[in-house]
């Protein structure tokens, strides 16, 4: 099992989209990457690069792309989606009839707006009910570049069908990139997605100059957030203890590679949520993910003090520092209160 080589598709041609097709087309599969911007296919397919995301690295010669979803999805043994949150429902409803009974790997992480749910929330809604039990969530602290470098990553694979995650993660295990499985989906889901809402916070806290104490802090009560939101939900608490949870959200918050931890240093200069929107490319996912997780947050009837002033900065225009002022001037608690 361990040397099957796999007809595998890859939906997205961003810099994760690149950096996960790489990687299995290095594991011997035959990969299509799917990619809206032309200029990806071509460059993919005539010079084995992708001229907008991740144009250093030289791309193995078993990976092509296509723009047509049909044509990247023919004869697919496993599907791996790295289309961003706020698009995937109308993408899956465009290809719901094309996916094959087979692993349906969610690799993008978010909330959508308005109806609060999760990524495979959203494809049980979208998708056929026997394809429910191929659907799965990779996550985990993994950047992209860091990935496609070959740099030594662990992450984590959920599936509410164990056999189905235990064939994915054969299938996409390589010596340096580790996948450890669970069956909760939930926990895996939720702690990718408000990870990158902390990161925020603490990028904006670092520019300014705020300490490691502050850091320290933001992190640790950011994860007791994170584990309120997602136990309601039904998670399990450790789930939030391991890579997928307390892994993804220290690196998130403070490696310079991560885009929320950039909108956070932007934030804390004086940029407004609009010039940053348009300066940067992929505009990080805790943008978007900070308005729905404060909703939910409502709506679970959950304490989230700094989702609440995340959300306040970027969509109400309060001051970083007036935030921070914010949390430290609240009532006094015990540490484990619920």
Not at 41 to 50: K, L
Not at 96 to 117: F, N, Q, W, Y
Not at 209 to 216: E, F, K, M, Y
Request: with cysteine; charged share 20%; glycine share 8%.
């Amino acid at each position: 099992m361990a040397d099957q080589r796999l007809n595998v598709t890859v939906l997205g041609g961003g810099s994760w989209g690149t950096a996960l097709a790489c990687l299995l087309a290095g594991r011997g599969h035959r990969v299509t990457m799917w990619a809206y911007e032309r200029e990806v296919v071509a460059g993919v397919n005539e010079q084995h690069r992708n001229p907008l995301y991740m144009s250093h690295a030289l791309l193995p010669p078993n990976l092509r792309a296509t723009s047509d979803f049909a044509e990247a999805l023919r004869g697919a043994q496993m599907v791996l989606f790295t289309i961003p949150a706020q698009r995937t429902r109308a993408i899956l409803k465009e290809i719901a009839s094309l996916l094959p009974r087979a692993p349906l790997v969610i690799c993008s992480k978010g909330i959508e707006r308005g109806t609060l749910a999760t990524l495979e929330q959203i494809f049980r809604e979208e998708l056929p009910a026997e394809l429910h039990r191929f659907i799965a969530v990779l996550s985990g602290p993994s950047f992209a570049a860091e990935v496609i470098a070959n740099q030594p990553t662990n992450v984590t694979l959920a599936c509410r069908d164990l056999d189905v995650a235990h064939a994915a993660q054969t299938a996409i295990a390589t010596r340096t990139f580790r996948v450890y499985t669970t069956d909760d989906v939930i926990g895996v889901e939720i702690g990718g997605a408000l990870k990158n809402i902390m990161a925020i916070v603490v990028g904006a806290t670092d520019e300014l100059g705020l300490g490691h104490n502050t850091r320290a802090a933001l992190i640790t009560r950011g994860l007791a957030e994170i584990t309120r939101i997602a136990v309601k939900l039904g998670a399990r608490p450790e789930t939030l203890l391991g890579l997928s949870g307390v892994g993804d959200l220290v690196l998130t918050c403070t490696g310079d590679l991560s885009r929320n931890r950039t909108v956070g240093k932007l934030l804390a200069r004086g940029d407004s949520i609009d010039k940053v929107r348009a300066e940067m490319s992929n505009l990080a996912e805790g943008v978007e993910t900070a308005e729905s997780a404060y909703e939910l947050g409502k709506r679970l009837d959950v304490d989230t003090p700094i989702i609440d002033v995340v959300h306040d900065v970027i969509y109400g225009g309060k001051g970083v520092l007036e935030a921070m002022a914010t949390l430290q001037a609240r009532s006094l608690k015990d540490e484990w209160y619920v």
